[in-house]
């Protein structure tokens, strides 16, 4: 089992950045891959980037279009979302999750573990 707590949330201007990090409990994080996903007011769930168990492949939302960075230390059992060039409508709750398979992807389906996620505000 694995419990996963993420950080970082918060209440940033519209075209501002925040790094999200996610910590996942127990010393096998190396054995899990990674991903976020982000969930706003009155919407399902949407893919937003995933990291690899290495950390050497990573794949993002197609709104992403070069503005996040998903990154991960093994050393440090962290893994990270750099985010920046906020919009309004990117406000939702941001959640990490893991994954036992090599590479989690876009699909929810594929992730074994869910963080109970941290709040972002994106204001005008």
């Known amino acids: 089992q694995v419990q996963l707590v993420e950080s970082g949330g918060g209440m940033v201007q519209a075209g501002g950045s925040l790094r999200l990090s996610c910590a996942p409990s127990?010393?096998?994080?190396?054995?899990?891959?990674m991903g976020w996903f982000r969930q706003a007011p009155g919407k399902g769930r949407e893919f937003v980037a995933a990291?690899?168990?290495?950390?050497?492949?990573?794949e993002y939302g197609e709104f992403v279009k070069g503005r996040f960075t998903i990154s991960r230390d093994n050393a440090k059992n962290s893994m990270y979302l750099q985010m920046s060039s906020l919009e309004l409508d990117e406000t939702a709750v941001y959640y990490c999750?893991?994954?036992?398979?090599?590479?989690?992807?876009?699909?929810?389906?594929?992730?074994?573990?869910w963080g109970q996620g941290t709040q972002v505000t994106v204001s005008s």
């Open positions: 127990g010393r096998t994080f190396n054995t899990y891959s």
């Open positions: 990291v690899s168990r290495s950390g050497g492949v990573t």
């Open positions: 999750a893991a994954a036992t398979r090599l590479f989690g992807g876009t699909s929810e389906v594929a992730y074994d573990y």
